[in-house]
């Protein structure tokens, strides 16, 4: 099955500070070394909406948000005929020859996920693992992720949760980063089930949300977890550049995010709590 990318019958309507908004996105993703991070940290999360969500050969799946296909991979491994979306080309760039040296056949398309250039009811699975929960207009997200996916189509979406540890951290940065933009969410929402359920709404059915854990033991200490996030996350690399000025902040966060990865290391592991949403096209 051939996916047509059909962009005349979806109108343009974003502002110009709605595209230097996702600009600004796409290269902060860029930045540090994300592919690290998905492949020392969470690639243990790429097969869980796969294996949810019963993907099956012949399904036709979208991945959105895919980064570099932690989640695109295990799909196209079980036969799907799988097209990868996100904003950041240099991802995507990385999901494309990790797919070729596995042998695996993918489609990778540069797309926002509030404006995806697909037709109506175009895919039976659209997925996103702690992707779409990062775009900043929430319901244009989802009402984008529901669009194209067919009538009785599988939906899911696995966030990180506000009171979990990325929850928490991004809590922690919040203090120190830029004001958002005017109409812009907080990422770690997509993991209130209650959000998510509020964002679907009556165009769903078999709506379940699981909150489940990731057990890290990548860092000894939360100031290698902290040193790690500096050098490699994206966020976090964005929050220290807009700070650099001021040494006072930068040691004040410096101190927070260490003690942060210290209270949520116990015996070598910290646990990750992430919320697993699937649900039913109506």
């Given amino acids: 099955m051939t996916i047509t990318i059909n962009t005349s019958e979806i109108p343009d309507t974003a502002t110009e500070a709605d595209r230097a908004l ?10 540090g070394d994300y592919p690290a991070v998905a492949t020392d940290i969470v690639a243990a999360l790429g097969g869980v909406l796969v294996d949810t969500l019963d993907i099956r050969a012949g399904h036709c799946v979208l991945d959105v948000a895919a980064g570099t296909g932690t989640s695109a991979l295990p799909a196209a491994r079980r036969g799907a005929v799988v097209t990868a979306t996100d904003l950041t080309p240099e991802l995507l760039d990385l999901g494309r020859a990790s797919a070729a040296e596995h042998g695996l ?18 895919f039976d699975a659209v997925m996103s693992a702690i992707g779409v929960m990062f775009a900043p207009h929430h319901q244009q997200a989802a009402d984008e992720l529901l ?3 067919r ?14 540890f990325i929850g928490q951290m991004f ?14 969410s907080p990422a770690p929402l997509w993991g209130s089930g209650d959000h998510v359920r509020q964002l679907f709404g009556e165009r769903v059915t078999d709506f379940v949300a699981r909150e489940r854990s990731l057990p890290v ?11 790690y996030f500096k050098r490699n996350y994206g966020p976090t690399i964005a929050v220290y550049r807009f700070i650099a000025g001021d040494p006072d902040k930068v040691a004040a966060l410096d101190a927070e995010l260490a003690a942060l990865g210290d209270r949520f290391l116990a015996e070598g592991v910290m646990h990750w709590d992430y919320l697993l949403v699937t649900a039913t096209r109506a």
């Fill in 22 to 31: 996702k600009a600004k996105h796409a290269a902060m993703w860029a930045s």
């Fill in 105 to 122: 056949q993918l489609s990778w398309q540069v797309a926002d996920a509030e404006a995806l250039p697909y037709d109506d009811g175009a």
């Fill in 147 to 149: 669009r194209v996916c």
């Fill in 151 to 164: 009538p009785g189509g599988r939906i899911g979406v696995l966030s990180w949760t506000p009171a979990g």
């Fill in 171 to 184: 809590a922690v940065l919040k203090p120190y980063a830029p004001p958002p933009p005017p109409g812009a």
């Fill in 217 to 227: 033991t990548r860092f000894a200490d939360g100031a290698e977890f902290r040193d």
